[in-house]
């Protein structure tokens, strides 16, 4: 059984910076493109960005780019997602998920329970 734990997450006020840590128990770990998502209350899971198994490929959905940066450390089986000038609007439970191939192709085999950032304006 894979788990995901995230950790990192809080409250800040908006213009702050953030940065939240996913460690995976998977021992494929670093054959696998990883991913954030979020989810806000009331409403659907958002993808936030994801990259490949080497740390290259880095997709972002649009309102977070030149904000968030994605990363990773294979070493220590942990992705990470630096969040820089936060909003009010990026409000949400930070979830992490594996993939299933080494690239991103948006499938994902495994998913974190989510760590909660509250942004303040």
């Known amino acids: 059984q894979v788990e995901l734990i995230e950790s990192g997450g809080g409250m800040v006020q908006a213009g702050d910076s953030l940065r939240i840590s996913c460690t995976s128990s998977?021992?494929?770990?670093?054959?696998?493109?990883m991913g954030w998502f979020r989810q806000a209350p009331g409403r659907g899971r958002e993808f936030v960005a994801a990259l490949n198994w080497n740390g290259g490929g880095e997709v972002y959905t649009e309102s977070v780019k030149g904000r968030f940066t994605i990363s990773r450390d294979n070493a220590k089986k942990t992705v990470y997602l630096q969040m820089d000038s936060l909003k009010s609007e990026d409000t949400a439970l930070y979830i992490c998920a594996e993939g299933t191939v080494p690239t991103f192709t948006n499938n994902w085999g495994h998913w974190g329970r989510g760590t909660q950032v509250t942004v303040s304006s």
């Open positions: 998977s021992s494929v770990f670093s054959a696998a493109a």
